[in-house]
Nanobody
Framework: QVQLVESGGGLVQAGGSLRLSCAASGIIVSLSTMGWYRQAPGKQRELVADITSGGSAKYEDSVKGRFTISRDNIKNTVYLQMNSLKPEDTAVYYC?????????WGQGTQVTVSS
């Protein structure tokens, strides 16, 4: 079975940093696009960043220059390094793996940025 396990969320002060990790099992992610989505209260889920199997990354405009997505195909893991965090980054963050026509989702991890 496919399982995506997220970690690294938490509470930080504005301007601080967090690194999210998403470890996949039951799937070979080297053939897949991997990404991070987030959903804040009262808002739609949005794409934060994704990275193709070839390593090409794209970012939502509000996180450009602050967040970096990366992947380790050997470890079957995708990361999101978040720097210069702002209160508006507060949301539940979801890992996603897009394999052919199927989307797999992590359980979500809460990121809360104070002040």
């Amino acid at each position: 079975q496919v399982q995506l396990v997220e970690s690294g969320g938490g509470l930080v002060q504005a301007g601080g940093s967090l690194r999210l990790s998403c470890a996949a099992s039951g799937i070979i992610v080297s053939l897949s696009t991997m990404g991070w989505y987030r959903q804040a209260p009262g808002k739609q889920r949005e794409l934060v960043a994704d990275i193709t199997s070839g390593g090409s990354a794209k970012y939502e405009d509000s996180v450009k220059g602050r967040f970096t997505i990366s992947r380790d195909n050997i470890k079957n893991t995708v990361y999101l390094q978040m720097n210069s965090l702002k209160p508006e980054d507060t949301a539940v963050y979801y890992c996603n793996v897009h394999y052919i026509v199927t989307n797999y989702w992590g359980q979500g991890t809460q990121v809360t940025v104070s002040s």
